[in-house]
Every structure is written in structure tokens, then in C-alpha cells.
């Protein structure tokens, strides 16, 4: 037994990791109580078996790629940032990439995670044709729209418990370069950041950094950004057409006291963003894709910054309508509290395309805690908002919610299971976050 | 035809192996991937076409049958540029001391065959003019140690033939590198203890003999560390290294 938790460190538990090498070898691997995990990136216990759990990033070969249509057959294990570093410079990107590069195809299936475009090109299982799925049964099928339709819009967003992903087949969109044309709008309370976002529909990427700790009439300033891809004539002379990703060199080498995060520390970084953002305002530059879609990654290691016991991620969203009012009581509460971490994002999403997939269309507002004190207590407090106003948590993110107000945020839950159970009447397929919320006690 | 570089590797299953064969093509060397099991090589054949646009071939390779090594080098379509030997079996240390057979084996695999196969690439490369040979040996064969000592003199055997096919072949514009990796987390460690701060994964690897071969690098330690490692453990007197535990 090894213990193993997510990206969060939040819970820890102990599960047997198996690393298969061959598909064979992942079919033996399953047996009751088995769940396939990516590259760990998920905050919580999605990727935890209940009693096992097979580690898929060794499978990381490229079946087939055609450049005429951009379509490429690859194992799940492949992760995006091998996935840019290969393709990019050949002119081909993921049509849909979160906010790491360091997540797995079959995780980001598993998800179906969204980027800053979800709001007008969706999610990441828009760009599936389909998949190749070793079921808890033990049959191995190639799902699609047409060929197996229940298991391939199951599979996209089910968190791994339709089976193990083993290949997939996905449509890349070409790019001239490698790089970004961002705007950054400073929005001065919560109705301006709203306002700023409705502006942005027609932006291909708009996300809102927001300073959660602002308070009063300051409440929800933020910062947005909005980006589109950059075409050859808007680099300056010189540029490469593809930006070098650089390896996330420098690490947080120790767990850093909880004494490190305290409520003057993050004002403190707040401010500064907020400001040193609201400068650059209005104007456009060109950015290369690393920092715009993937900010956190140049530090290596960051979850350690909240310290051993771990953080959470709360990520909800709200339907359009009252969205505001929900939103504001939210950041009210969190910004009270003091210690919600750093900065916090909002975006607005789309429809989503799974049966489990978490968009709809509306806000969403993800948020990270330190664990320390009552914060289970508070954030149960924040989750009877986001029921009262129709909302849903990110799985993805999830460690702690309850199994009433999962039922409540995804409807189509009962139609999942019946899936589910067709292609795994044993139950083989659990982790650890499926026994919290799914599985019958 | 193409003027591009071409790199074949032998042993081309091994994770080291295959993070090799990525290196070379990523850079745009046409790859021929060698092993016994050639079926079991065309996924990765398929992966290096469809990443990086280079030509790839398949041949059969088996390290313990010197017989066939003149038919191989003979048969391939052309003389590579460069050619890899990342080969080698860690085998069981406990066993091969009563086990004959399981001793012998480790000793060809990592000192015979791969001796052997490079230095008939050698001749080629020294009638032709030039070329590079990479060795991948091992740590392990700077010292003998109590736990793997079998392993450790076949790949001292591998390392003392390379050093000295160096300085003979560099004469004729041939160019030898020794690769010495620590501890790499690959199926052949799966499970073993690993020292955190100097195992290294499978890419850097590929990476470090990539670099070696363009920069006509002699000695290659793929984690710096591990240069000042073995110079500590090399220079204990033989009185006191006998009792430390390894
Ligand atoms: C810094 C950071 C930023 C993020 N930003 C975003 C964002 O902007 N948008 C967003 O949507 N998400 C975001 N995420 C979440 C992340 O994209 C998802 O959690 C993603 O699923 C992680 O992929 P992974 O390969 O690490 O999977 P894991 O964390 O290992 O697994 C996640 C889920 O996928 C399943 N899974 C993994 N591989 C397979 C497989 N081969 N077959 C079947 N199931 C499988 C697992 O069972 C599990 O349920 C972010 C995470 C981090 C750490």
C-alpha cells in the first residue's frame, strides 16, 4: 500500500499503485475497487482507487497523426505539455487545455475540463471522436457519437468510473504561433468584472482574476484577461513563431509553515497583483502561451505553499440568472473569512457536453483554502448557496462535499449510474471519491 | 536521399531506450529501433513517425547472439551515424552466485555482446571515416560492490573496452562516449529503493546521450552528482570498503 492524495495533499490515503506496461497488463490490473489515475493533477480523491490504483502515464505514445486534418490517435497517458512541445511548433495546439499543462489526455477526458474558451468553443470532450475503454467488465471497446454513445458521453467527465481510458482520438486546431494577443481590463467591484466578462463573449479566451480578499466596495475587483492566438505579422521581429516552454525549474523545496499564509501575507500579494495589473489596463501585448494559459506552472511544486496539511479547492458555478447576487454573498463571506488564498478565478462557462460534465452555462468561481480550522464547517455554508441558486461543485476539485448537495447539482446522476452499471455489473471500477458520492452504502 | 542523420538504438524497448530514440528524432535523426522483439517495437516506430515527421526502422537484435552480429550490421540498409547500446540486464545478484547460467547471462548481456556489437560497428565507422558509439554502462562498474557485483564487473568490463576503443577510433575521426547513469526510475528499478535527489527519469537520459554524441562528449555521468559519488566511493581504501554495507 502507498499513501496517495491529490494535488490539494488533501485527504491522504492509502491505495495499491500499480504501473502497468503493457494494456494487458491494466486489464489484469483491475479488480474491485480499481480507478485509472493521470498525472495526480485532480485537487481531491478522484484519482484514488477505493483499493487500487493504475498510474497511466507511462502510456504516453502517439499512434497516429495526420496533419491534413489535424486528427491524432494517442494513448491517455500522453500529457499535454508533451503534447504542445511536439505539436505546437508543427502549428497544432489542443483545441481546449486547463489551467496546468501537466495533466493527462485520459484525465483531462475524464474531466472534461474546460479552458478560457468554454464560454464560446466548450469543453475538452468536444474535441474527442473517440475512445479506446477497458471497462470494469473487462471488455475493451472503442466508443464514439455513433458506436457506443452511452459509454463515450459517460466517460467524458465520469471521473474514470466508466473504466480506463487507453487511447483516444481527438481533433487539434492549428495555429500560426505559438503565441497570445492579451488584453487586460481592471474592473473595480464584482458588477464591473460581470460586465467586463459579457463584454468578452466574443473573446476566444476571457477569464477574471479576482482579489478575494477586497471588501466593501471594493468586493470582487478583479482583473480580466482576454486573449486571442497570435498571427505571424503580430510578433516582433525576431520572435520565434513557437515560444520555448521552460521547465518548471525553481520548486517550493518544503512544506512551508501554515504561519506563511495568513491573512496579511495574502492581502499583502493581493494588493500587489491587483495593482501592478491595473497598469498595464487597456493596452494589448503579445504573450507567449505558457504564462497566459498556464500561470501557475512556472512554480514548480506550489501546493506545498499551503503547507502539510493540505488545501482545498471549492469551484462552483452559477446559473446566469442571479448569479450576481449568489456570487457577491460568496465573495462577502470568503472575504470576511480572510484566508482564501491568493487570487480567485472567474469565468464564465458554456454548455457542457458529458453526462457528468460539470459546465453549464453560467459563473464559476474557484477558490483555494488552506485546511486549518473550521473551513469544513465554512465551506458546507458556502455550498447551501450554490444548491439555493441551482449550482454545482467541479469533481475534479471536490474532497469534501456532501453526498446531498452532489445529487442536487447534477440531475442527470441516475442516467450516469444505469450507464455505469451496464458496463460494470461487478462495481470493479471506485475510487475513493465515487465511495463518498456514488456508490451505494 | 535525405541528407538527414540517422541514429540506430539498440535495445529500443528499454524505457531508456525509448526516451533515446525520442531524443535522436526530436532532433531530427532518422531512428532505427533494434530488439529482440520487433512487433513489440512498431507502437513505438508508429510514435516517432507520427510525432516527429522522421523515417523509422525496425530490425531484429538479440545481445546474446554474437553469431548474428556480422549478418546485422551487414544487413542494415546504411551505416548509421551513430549507434547506441543501451542493452544490458540487471539480473538477480543473489542468483547468479550459485546459478552459473544466470551469472553468464549477465555477463554477456552487458559486457560481451554489447563489446562486441559496437566494436564491429567500429571497424565500419573507422573504414568510413567517422562516426559515434555510445555505451551505456553503469555506477555500477566503477567499484565492485557486495550487492551487484556481477552486474557491476560486466559493465566495468563494457567501460574499460569503451575507454579503450576511444582512444584507438579517435585517431580515425571516430568518436566512443560512455554513458554512466545512476539510478534511472525505469521497469528495470521498478520497486528497488531509489536515493530521491540522484535518480533521474528515462528523458534525461535520452537527453544527456543526445548531447554527448553533438558535443563529442568522452564520459557522460547523466547526474552530475553521481561524478563526485563515485570518486568518494572509488577512493576508499579497499580496508574500509569492505565493510561498509551497500
Ligand atoms: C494548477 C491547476 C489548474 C487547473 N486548472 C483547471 C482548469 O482551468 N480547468 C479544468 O477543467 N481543470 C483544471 N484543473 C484540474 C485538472 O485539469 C483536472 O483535475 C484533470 O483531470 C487532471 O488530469 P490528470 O491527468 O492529472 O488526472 P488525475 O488527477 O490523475 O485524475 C483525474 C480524474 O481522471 C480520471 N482519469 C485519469 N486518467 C484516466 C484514464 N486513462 N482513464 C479513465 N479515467 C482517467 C481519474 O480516475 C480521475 O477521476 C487544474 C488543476 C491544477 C492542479
Known sequence: MTLVSGWGRFPVVDSDVLRPRSFAGVGDAIAAGTIARGNGRAYGDAAIGAVRTVAMTGFDRVRSFDPATGRIRLEAGTLLSDLIETFGPRGFLPFVVPGTRFVSIGGAIAADVHGKNHHCEGGFGRY?????????????????????????????????????ILEATMRLRTVETGWIRERVISASDLDAAMRALDA???????????????????????????????????????????????????????????????????????????????????????????PYFFPLDSLRDWNRIYGRRGFLQHQCVIPEAGARAVLADILGRVARRGDASFLAVLKKLGHGDGILSFPLPGYTLALDFPVRGDILNFLDEIDRLVVAASGRLYL???????????????????????IRKSLDPAGNIRSKLSQRLFDEV | MTSRKSAIVLGGSSDIGRATARAFAKAGYDVVLAGRDVAALEPDAADLRARYNVEVGLRKFDVLDTASFEGFVGGLPALPDAVISIVGLLGVQQNAESDLAHATTIMRSNYEGPSLILGLFAEKFLARGHGTLVGVSSVAGDRGRASNYVYGSAKAGFSAFLSGLRARASRGGVHVVTVKPGFVRTKMTEGMKLIGPLTVEAPVVGDAILQAVEKKTDVVYVSGKWRLVMLIIKTLPEAMFKKLKF
Open chain 1, 128 to 164: 474527442v471522436d473517440s475512445i479506446l475503454l477497458r471497462t470494469g467488465q473487462g471488455e475493451v471497446i472503442e466508443a464514439s457519437r455513433e458506436q457506443n454513445p452511452d459509454a463515450f458521453f459517460a466517460t467524458i467527465g465520469g471521473m474514470g468510473l466508466t473504466g480506463v
Open chain 1, 396 to 418: 475534479a476539485k471536490d474532497a469534501r462535499q456532501s453526498r446531498a448537495t452532489f445529487a442536487v447539482g447534477y440531475p442527470a446522476l441516475s442516467r450516469f449510474n444505469a
Open chain 1, 200 to 290: 468578452g463573449d466574443s473573446a476566444t479566451y476571457s477569464v477574471a482574476w479576482i482579489d478575494c480578499v477586497a471588501r466593501g466596495r471594493d468586493l470582487g475587483r478583479s482583473l480580466i484577461y482576454l486573449g486571442e492566438h497570435a498571427g505571424k505579422d503580430e510578433l516582433t521581429d525576431g520572435a520565434a513563431s513557437f515560444p520555448v516552454g521552460k521547465d518548471p525549474g525553481l520548486g517550493v523545496p518544503v512544506d512551508l509553515p501554515a504561519m506563511t499564509l495568513n491573512r496579511h501575507s495574502i492581502r499583502a500579494f493581493n494588493e500587489l497583483y491587483y495593482r501592478m495589473g491595473a497598469r498595464r489596463a487597456g493596452g494589448s501585448r503579445v504573450v507567449s502561451l505558457y
